[in-house]
């Protein structure tokens, strides 16, 4: 069997995102793996599954869908090819709440500084 070829490898960052991925039920779970696979596998991944947010530097949210449950999982990336993941929640409003992003970029921040 051929190894799916990746574009970008997906890392978890400290346990912002495990907190949550850990409280979820076994259907979200394997939902939200089916879609890192895409995002690791797809030369070019739809907005549906990877989106930039407006205004911000360089932070994406990961889309994931589940019935009527809707999954938001921020990340961005690293040399391009590493996709670091931040945090997530589940989406109950049209909009992504403020303090969402403004979590998620204070963890991009974290880890560029560590970094240096």
Known sequence: M???QKYRTIIFYKDYFQAFFLKQGDKVKDKI???FNLIEE?????E??????ENTDGLYEIRV????????IFCFFDQGQLV???HGFQ??????????IEKALKIKE???????
């Open 2 to 4: 051929v190894k799916n």
């Open 33 to 35: 793996i089916w879609t």
């Open 42 to 46: 797809l030369q070019r991944v739809s």
């Open 48 to 53: 549906t599954y990877l989106k930039h947010i």
């Open 65 to 72: 869908q589940l019935g009527r449950n809707i999954f938001r």
């Open 84 to 86: 670091v993941l931040a």
């Open 91 to 100: 989406k109950k409003t049209q909009k992504t709440p403020k303090k969402e």
């Open 110 to 116: 974290e880890y560029e500084n560590e970094k240096k």
